[in-house]
């Protein structure tokens, strides 16, 4: 079965507070998005790439990233929407209706996603036809109320915390998006989308090193990972 990867790197970066956006900043000398596009262009399950970016940023992208990247000619590129899910609604259609493969939703700033998890999580896709990365909760969780006081301790037993390449048959897949808007659903990631629908979604276990780098911090930690991803 073919295999489309979308990779979303439409968003403002707003928690890292930089000025540039943060999918673009470098890590070790290579920028962040063009490590993730290249863990996707070395899978061979993988046969085309969809990057969803702000539209403001297509020439640079072209000009300053696309040369960093083998086969470029495999990635077309979608305008980033309002929301993640927006860009990946935008590059759905961009794929277009006639696509019968899976596709392989991917945050442009989780760079350390190893060739084993992506086989994995495809494989299982390829099998039940809706697979996420995750891995289990490993910390205690508490909620916390009214002026940071905690307000109760909850149980970590069956909490995983969602990681991507999450990959689902792409019917499925639009078909989720088309209801969440019919329906004004906005959600944090496209398996809670597909799940709405009753679907089964597989969990397959990753690996905290497939960190998305969110705050300033994350690029620290980054720096620890990349002798395991030297390009
Ligand atoms: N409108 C948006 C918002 C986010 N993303 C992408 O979704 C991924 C995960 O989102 P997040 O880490 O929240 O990125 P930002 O929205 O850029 O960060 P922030 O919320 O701090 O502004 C990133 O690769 C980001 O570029 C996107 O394609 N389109
Ligand atoms: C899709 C995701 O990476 C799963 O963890 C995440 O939900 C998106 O990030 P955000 O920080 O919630 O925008």
Same mark, same amino acid.
């Given at each position: 079965m073919q295999i489309a990867a979308i990779i979303v790197a439409g968003g403002k970066g707003l928690r890292m507070g930089a000025d540039t956006r943060k999918q673009y900043l470098e890590l070790g000398g290579i920028p962040i998005l063009v490590r993730t596009l290249r863990r996707f262009l070395a899978c061979p399950q993988v046969d085309r790439i969809v990057l969803a970016a702000p539209a403001d940023d297509f020439s640079f992208i072209q000009s300053d990233l696309f040369p960093l990247l083998? @086969? +470029?000619? +495999? !990635?077309?590129l979608a305008p980033g929407g309002a929301e993640r899910q927006g860009s990946v609604y935008n590059a759905l259609i961009t794929l277009g209706?006639?696509? @019968?493969?899976l596709v392989a939703v991917h945050d442009g700033v989780r760079p350390f996603v190893s060739p084993e998890e992506l086989r994995r999580v495809c494989e299982a896709g390829q099998r039940f036809g809706a697979a996420i990365l995750a891995v289990p909760a490993f910390e205690t969780l508490k909620r916390v109320g009214d002026e940071e006081t905690i307000a109760g301790t909850l149980s970590r037993e069956g909490l995983w915390m969602a990681q991507t390449p999450q990959v689902f048959r792409c019917d499925l897949l639009a078909a989720a998006h088309e209801q969440a808007r019919e329906n004004g659903v906005l959600g944090t990631d496209d398996a809670s989308l597909v799940e709405r629908m009753g679907v089964p979604v597989r969990v397959v276990t990753g690996s905290r090193c497939n960190i998305k !780098? =969110? =705050?300033p911090d994350d690029l620290d930690l980054a720096a620890l990972f990349l002798p395991r991803f030297p390009f």
């Open positions: 083998p @086969e +470029r000619h +495999r !990635i077309v209706p006639d696509f @019968e493969g !780098i =969110t =705050t």
